[in-house]
């Protein structure tokens, strides 16, 4: 199982940043994915998630209406769309599967156990 993501790089606030992360070893279509992120110092926290037909998204408060995740089950690749960056958001950010909870709750898959190198967002002020 291979989770490649790629697209970060160093932005200044209010730019953007188009996240991609190509998948290999398992079937994309069958899984529900997310996108998590962690800072220096701070927890790897859930950014967003989509599931595995693309037709349910949810985001941290953080990000609602500045992030859009999605899709390409037959690229193996699952994106995402980050707009108006703020410092803040700075951090290494992972693809990951995920499973949904109870309303709405979402959480990584714990039979996946390779987050990948992931790609780092800088947001300078």
């Known amino acids: 199982v291979q989770l490649q993501a790629s697209g970060g790089g160093l932005v200044q606030a209010g730019g953007s940043l188009r996240l991609s992360c190509v998948v290999s070893?398992?079937?994309?279509?069958?899984?529900?994915m997310g996108w998590f992120r962690q800072a220096p110092g701070k927890e790897r926290e859930g950014v967003s998630c989509i599931s595995d037909s693309g037709g349910t998204t949810y985001y941290a408060d953080s990000v609602k209406g500045r992030f859009t995740i999605s899709r390409d089950n037959a690229r193996n690749t699952v994106y995402l769309q980050m707009n108006s960056l703020k410092p803040e958001d700075t951090a290494v950010y992972y693809c990951f599967p995920i499973s949904f909870g109870r309303r709405g709750s979402w959480g990584h898959r714990a039979d996946f156990d390779s987050w990948g190198q992931g790609t780092q967002v800088t947001v300078s002020s």
């Open positions: 070893g398992f079937t994309l279509a069958y899984y529900h």
